[in-house]
């Protein structure tokens, strides 16, 4: 398996810019979720989904932030418009359902690093 | 929700030293995860271990519930070993894996 697949690696853009970060699950993992890590507050739930559907948002941090999950495969967290505050690394992880010890284990994406001029 | 804390922050080894790093939560879990961050940026699960103690290779933990705590050995460090340790919990009824701030480690050699 590829494991967790993101893109871009790397988004260098200016205030105000749309941004859309995209991210692949592996195969079979029914749980998506996307983290921000920044020096400040270090690694943060923005949200997750289950079977494609949002269960858990509290974590976006306000209405520029939206995530998207329109099948098993895919999904996207799109800013917009974007600000400099925004700079982080954004990090998409899955994981399958099930008792099996797997069931438990987040897999990691390499991570989107942003940069809002 | 749930406090994760990690001790300590930070820490510098000689290459071929051992050492403990300690994640302290607030609260009952169903999921405890040590995870290492290399200086390219990359998460890999280290450990699954939400009770008990678990060894891989020069790596092992121990987690004690009841305690609300876990510890993270490593011998014979490596320059290798360098990166970030995080600590992740999980909620008991939750979903959602919190993370600590993690251990700064770097081994010079």
């Known amino acids: 398996d590829a494991g967790v697949i993101q893109s871009p690696r790397h988004e260098v853009t200016e205030m105000g810019q749309e941004v859309t970060l995209r991210c692949k699950p592996i195969?079979?993992?029914?749980?998506l979720f996307w983290y921000r890590q920044t020096m400040m507050r270090g690694l943060e739930l923005l949200i997750y989904?289950?079977?494609?559907?949002?269960?858990?948002d509290s974590g976006m941090p306000e209405d520029r932030f939206s995530a998207k999950m329109p099948n098993a495969s895919f999904s996207t967290l799109k800013i917009q418009p974007s600000e400099p505050r925004d700079s982080a690394v954004y990090f998409c992880?899955?994981?399958?359902?099930?008792?099996?010890?797997?069931?438990?284990?987040?897999?990691f994406g390499a991570g989107s690093r942003l940069t809002v001029l | 929700g749930i406090q994760v804390e990690q001790s300590p922050p930070d820490l510098i080894l000689q290459e071929g030293a051992n050492s403990t790093l300690r994640c302290n939560f607030s609260?009952?879990?169903?999921?405890l995860q040590w995870f290492h961050q290399n200086p390219w940026g990359q998460l890999i699960n280290l450990f699954y271990?939400?009770?008990g103690t678990k060894q891989n290779g020069r790596l092992s933990a121990t987690t004690v519930a009841t305690e609300r705590y876990s510890l993270l050995y490593i011998s014979s460090s490596q320059t290798t070993d360098s990166g970030v340790y995080f600590c992740?919990?999980?909620?008991?009824?939750?979903?959602?894996?919190?993370f600590g701030t993690g251990t700064r480690l770097l081994v010079s050699p």
């Open positions: 992880a899955s994981r399958p359902t099930g008792r099996s010890i797997g069931a438990n284990v987040l897999t």
């Open positions: 195969s079979g993992h029914d749980y």
């Open positions: 989904f289950n079977n494609n559907v949002p269960i858990d």
């Open positions: 609260d009952s879990v169903n999921n």
């Open positions: 271990i939400p009770s």
């Open positions: 992740a919990v999980r909620n008991t009824g939750f979903q959602k894996l919190v």
